[in-house]
Structure formats: C-alpha cells, structure tokens
C-alpha cells in the first residue's frame, strides 16, 4: 500500500508542477500572445509525447543492460520491442502471482503493462475491501486526492530539510530537540532517514573495480561473465546502477517535462 500511495503522489506532484517562461532577449522583448486553449492542449500534448519518448528509451537501455546484452548490437527500435515483451512477460508473471490470475486471465484482461499496473489493482482490492464495496480504478485515485488533500504534512511542527541534515551530521538537533515529533511522524521520518548516508561493507575480491564500472559508463556493458554478482552484492548492484544511469544519460539526455500553466502568455 505505502508503494502505490507513494507512487500516487509522486505522480500528482509531479503532474501540478509548472515551469516559469522566460521570453525575454534584451530590449527587443517580443510581444506576448495568448495561445487559445486549444493551442495549449497541442503543445501539452506534444511536451507529454516527447517526455514519454525519452522514458521508454531510457526504459529500453535499462532493460538490454541488466540482460548482459551489448546495446552497440542492437539498434533503438530493436531495444524497445524487446524492453515491451520482457515487461509484457514480467507483468502476466506478477498477475500470476500477486493476484491469482491464470495465464489466460492477465492476458484477457490486458495485465502486460508493468509491475504498477499490478500493484494498482493490488490495492485497489484491499480498498474494496476495507470499505465493504467494489470500487474501480478512477474510485483509487479519488481516494488518494482526498487524502492529499487532507494530509497535514507537512505541518508547522514538522522537520525542515536543513534540520535532517544537520541532525544526521552531527547527532544533534540544531534548535529543539525533534526527536519525539519524528517517532510520531511517518514524513518526517521519511525525510530524515533519506539523509543517512548508506553505509557498505569494504568491497571484496569479486566486487566490480573502477575501471569496470567507468566501463559500463562508457560502453554499457561490463566484461564478460561479471553481470551476475550484482545479484549477490547489493553495494555492486547500486553502483553498476548509477554507471549504468550515467550511460543512458549520455545515449539519450533527459528533457525534463514541463506541464503548461494554462493562464501563462506565449511569446511569438
């Protein structure tokens, strides 16, 4: 449950952020129009086709590398189709198991769309029946802006990141002593472990070196035979991880996506 409310809020957050325009270029500022409404949708829509684009390349150079594959054999298109079998396939397996589908059944009903896709109906069950009554998926999601809209975090007791920082790094609180406030507060708890760094045990001899990893960085791939220790080393796996995530960003940039405020002016 706390994934998938996680996740809604990430998503709603994510959907209410709005960028500032700048249109300004010395003293020839242009002169501002205001986009209709329906010009502001086609270009919602087209910001929201890219950011999606990007996604799923990113998805798909994830997917070839944690296979062991060497993505310079492959091209894009290639990656893509087989990043949406593998979600297909991991998908009906999740159905299989979390839900008790059959096979048949997470096919018919269209499970093949990834692991939230499951998780989503997951607690859509467990809601239905916690409240005695079947709800659907557009019902979820009311619920869960019904209790953003009522969350009283954060509130003015709560922590401030400053705060959690100083805290982790010096086992003292700044000002008053927080300590009671955090055991109660689920957010605050949240944002204060977020700030303990991850201490690691000192790699070991099969542990992946710097070269290896400012391989994968490079290339994508590790050397043959070194993909499986990720599996047995989970300080391994976080930094071929972030190799890993350095590469992607180098094949394909990120274009942040930026929702249109509907009551901003364009420029020409």
């Known amino acids: 449950m706390e994934f998938v409310l996680a996740l809604a809020v990430l998503v709603f957050t994510f959907l209410i952020l ?21 010009e502001k949708e086609a270009l919602q829509a087209k910001r929201r086709e890219q950011f999606i684009k990007i996604a799923e390349k990113h998805c798909a150079l994830r997917n070839a590398m944690n296979k062991g594959l060497k993505v310079s054999d492959f091209t894009m298109d290639q990656m ?6 593998d979600t297909k396939e991991e998908t009906i397996q999740l159905a299989v198991k979390q839900l008790g589908m059959t096979r048949e059944e997470a096919i018919e009903k269209e499970f093949i769309h990834g692991s939230t896709q499951v998780s ?7 809601e239905s029946k916690r409240l005695g009554r079947e709800i659907n998926h557009k019902d979820l999601l009311d619920i869960y802006r019904e209790r953003l809209s009522n969350s009283k975090y954060p509130g003015p007791d709560c922590v401030e990141p400053w705060e959690a920082k100083e805290y982790v790094r010096n086992n003292k609180w700044p000002a008053d002593d927080m300590t009671a406030h955090v055991e109660s507060c689920t957010g605050c708890q949240i944002l204060v472990d977020m700030e303990k760094p991850v201490v690691y045990p000192p790699p070991g001899p099969n542990c ?3 070269a ?8 994508g791939s590790l050397p043959d035979g070194r993909l ?8 391994c796996k976080n930094k071929l991880g972030s ?8 094949m394909v940039p990120n274009q942040p996506y930026h929702p249109i405020d509907l009551d901003m002016d364009f420029g020409d």
């Open 18 to 38: 709005v960028p500032f325009l700048n249109n300004i270029n010395g003293k020839n500022k242009k002169r501002r129009k205001k986009l209709s409404s329906e």
């Open 208 to 210: 992946y070196t710097r």
């Open 243 to 250: 190799s890993q995530q350095d590469f992607i960003q180098k």
């Open 212 to 219: 290896e990893l400012d391989q994968v960085a490079e290339t």
């Open 80 to 85: 893509i189709e087989m990043y949406k079998e």
């Open 120 to 126: 989503f109906e997951a607690e859509r069950r467990r």
């Open 228 to 235: 499986d220790h990720k599996n047995s080393c989970q300080q």
